[in-house]
């Protein structure tokens, strides 16, 4: 079964911070990765998307990067802001209809 | 709003009540799903939904009882919950079962007392 484990379970930054957010998961047999973003109260959001065959994905100050083979994704915050401050889930696609998430990391930039 | 809506947004229930959850999608996605979001856990797929019919059921409890008539509409029925039930109940669509792309909705926070 597919474990997706996210490193550090919680951070606090200042603003202004380059940040990077981990994610592993145990199986490399993965269809693609994707990046949430959960605001207190609210739904997912998609941040980034990466195809297995892909080695990285830019959006804005987000940059998510894949090593598959290692089991690996980092999700690199440039110039960080206190509107990041959210909770970011890792999911990795396998067979099937499923996502396979992380439990999350917990993002705090303080001004 | 994202384009999916669940109501109620908080719901607090009995053991022995009957209740129901609400999803809506203004999409045009032809898959549904439900996902629970418990404290301390990751999230954990329910039901999935494609084009009306049930494609998949995750080991689900049978107190838990999904409803889907249409395309645009989900239901979670609740009844003789548990506790332990209490959670974050996410619906979700996406344009075919199978594609990765996921619109949430905000959730209904459950309590059972």
């Known amino acids: 079964k597919q474990e997706v484990t996210q490193i550090p379970a919680a951070l606090s930054v200042p603003e202004g911070e380059n940040l990077v957010l981990n994610c592993s998961f145990t199986d490399s047999a993965i269809y693609n990765l994707q990046w949430f973003r959960q605001d207190p109260g609210k739904g997912l959001t998609s941040l980034l998307l990466?195809?297995?065959?892909?080695r990285e994905q830019t959006s804005g100050r987000l940059n998510a990067s894949l090593d598959k083979s290692s089991g690996r994704s980092t999700l690199y915050i440039a110039a960080s802001q206190p509107g990041d401050s959210a909770t970011y889930l890792c999911?990795?696609?396998?067979?099937?209809?499923?996502?396979?998430f992380g439990k999350g990391t917990s993002l705090l930039v303080t001004p | 709003e994202t384009g999916v809506t669940q109501t109620p947004r908080h719901l607090v229930m009995g053991m022995t009540n009957k209740k129901s959850l609400k999803c809506e999608q203004h999409l045009g996605h032809n898959a549904m799903y439900w996902y629970k979001q418990s404290a301390k856990k990751p999230l954990e797929l329910m039901f999935v939904?494609?084009?009306?019919?049930?494609?998949e059921n995750n080991s689900v409890p049978s107190r838990f009882s999904p409803e889907c008539p249409n395309s645009s509409h989900l239901f979670l029925h609740l009844h003789t919950l548990q506790p332990e039930d209490s959670a974050l109940y996410l619906c979700?669509?996406?344009?075919?079962?199978?594609?990765?792309?996921?619109?949430f909705g905000a959730g209904s926070r459950l309590t059972v007392l």
């Open positions: 979700a669509s996406s344009p075919y079962s199978g594609a990765n792309v996921l619109t």
């Open positions: 990466i195809q297995s065959s892909q």
């Open positions: 939904y494609s084009l009306e019919e049930r494609v």
């Open positions: 999911a990795v696609s396998q067979t099937g209809y499923a996502l396979n």
